[in-house]
C-alpha cells in the first residue's frame, strides 16, 4: 500500500530553519514525483515545491525561492524541504503527495497528486 508520510514541523522563530520529511513507502522512488503543498487556516491550499522521480527540475513558488530547498534520497524513499529565513507567512500545514503522471512535476495542480499525507504543522512566530 503506497503511502507517504510528513514530519519535522514544529515552532520556529522568524528567520529560522526547519526541514521537513517526507517519507514514501510501498512504490518505487522510480515512478512519481513529489510535491510539497501547505494550507494556512482560511485560505486555499497553495503549491510549495516539488521535484520530479529522476530528481530533476525541482519547482517552487515564488513565495519560496531562494529559502526553500526540495531534495531526494531515493536509496531512503525520502524527499526533503529544507526550509530557512521562515516568515510569520509560513505559517501553515505542510502536506506532501505523490504524482505519478507526466515527465515533469509541477505545483500549479494539485490534482495530479493521488497520493496524500496527514500534514505536518509549521508556525513560524516569535
Known amino acids: 500500500q503506497l503511502q507517504v508520510v510528513e514530519s519535522g514541523g514544529g515552532l520556529v522563530q522568524p528567520g529560522g530553519s526547519l526541514r521537513l520529511s517526507c517519507v514514501v513507502s510501498?512504490?518505487?522512488?522510480?515512478?512519481?514525483?513529489i510535491g510539497w503543498f501547505r494550507q494556512a487556516p482560511g485560505k486555499e491550499r497553495e503549491g510549495v515545491s516539488c521535484i520530479t522521480k529522476r530528481n530533476r527540475g525541482p519547482a517552487y513558488a515564488d513565495s519560496v525561492k531562494g529559502r526553500f530547498t526540495v531534495s531526494r534520497d531515493n536509496a531512503k524513499n525520502t524527499v526533503y524541504l529544507q526550509m530557512n529565513s521562515l516568515k510569520v507567512e509560513d505559517t501553515a500545514n505542510y502536506y506532501c503527495a505523490a504524482d505519478f503522471n507526466g515527465y515533469y512535476c509541477s505545483i500549479a495542480d494539485s490534482q495530479t497528486y493521488t497520493i496524500w499525507g496527514q500534514g505536518t504543522q509549521v508556525t513560524v512566530s516569535s
Open positions: 510501498g512504490f518505487d522512488s522510480d515512478y512519481y514525483h
